[in-house]
């Protein structure tokens, strides 16, 4: 995990964020030393990333099932990445830099 990530020394509290967050905690299992989801169900992956992106960050967003769900912190690794990159070009450089992000 990119260093600058929010999540790298901080992982999310899936207890915490289920008090907050009713629709996700529905998706909650227990375990032993806390809380899960299960990562292969497409509802509980989306309602993590809504509720992840909704109270760490503000923002209301709508994920419709038949798309890709993207996960929270995977995301932040690839902007910090995009980041790091643009960080390396030359200070006052002129030249024209396109990125490109292939999904769904």
Partial sequence: M?????????????????????????????????YTINFKDPKALRELTVSLLHHDFGLNVELPLDRLIPTVT???????????????LPAGDMCQTTGIDIGE
């Fill in 2 to 34: 990119h260093p600058r990530n929010k999540y790298y020394k901080n992982p999310a509290d899936f207890g915490k964020l289920g008090e907050k967050c009713p629709e996700f905690r529905k998706y909650l299992l227990a375990t032993s030393s806390g």
């Fill in 74 to 88: 995977l995301r932040l690794n690839y902007i910090h990445w995009i980041e790091d990159l643009l960080q390396m």
